[in-house]
């Protein structure tokens, strides 16, 4: 079952290097897409910058990591960036790193410290989580049969993304493969025996 660390929450901190402000934000991403997205966001926020240098790594279907150092000297910024989300083993993390340039040059060695030092500060501000493999279900139910399920689910830390209340309760929740089987299986009865219908939604990577 495959597993990876990231980031729980998304976290905005600054350093400042001979006059020149570093702001570091740090998102949880789930594509390259949203990566891209968030970027953008990020230009237009800080567009009066000199430089919004970033780097993420995505561990979905695929591994996919990039950098950019837009603008700055060529390896003194995104390779940095880089190097902080990996050496922290983290996964589906972006890290966008702004500069104000304060009138003072820092020279290649001096940009490589600041925007380490930043993207740092951005990861060890934040709280992190591990991620496994797991999928969405939808699952319909009786009503005479939901607080069963409720309780089941609380006690295995099973998250209920979604209830709709209907003819029958349908249900979206969260778990790993296994934690399927087992509630579909007939070693819960109370539980499997009364499901309407099942469905497995999409398989995703879920909070544990």
Do not use: W
């Amino acid at each position: 079952m495959k597993k990876f660390k990231t980031i729980e929450n998304n976290i905005t901190v600054e350093i400042e290097e001979k006059r020149s402000k570093f702001i570091a934000n740090i998102f949880y991403i789930e594509s390259a897409k949203e990566a891209e997205d968030i970027i953008k966001q990020c230009k237009k926020k800080y567009y009066d910058a000199r430089h919004n240098c970033y780097a993420y790594i995505v561990n979905n279907e695929q591994m996919i990591k990039k950098s950019s150092d837009d603008g700055e000297p060529s390896g003194t910024a995104g390779s940095p960036i880089l190097n902080v989300i990996e050496k922290n083993n983290l996964s589906n993390v972006l890290i966008v790193v702004t500069r104000y340039f304060g009138g003072i040059l820092l020279g290649a060695g001096g940009l490589v410290r600041a925007y380490t030092e930043a993207a740092t500060k951005a990861v060890n501000s934040a709280n992190i989580q591990e991620m496994i493999e797991g999928e969405e279900i939808e699952i319909v139910i009786s009503y005479q049969d939901i607080e069963k399920l409720k309780y089941y689910c609380r006690k295995n830390n099973i998250k209920i993304v979604k209830i709709e209340y209907d003819k029958n309760v349908k249900c979206i929740l969260e778990l790993t493969k296994e934690e399927k089987d087992n509630i579909l299986s007939d070693k819960y009865d109370n539980i499997a025996g009364n499901i309407v219908k099942s469905d497995t939604i999409r398989k995703k990577y879920i909070k544990k």
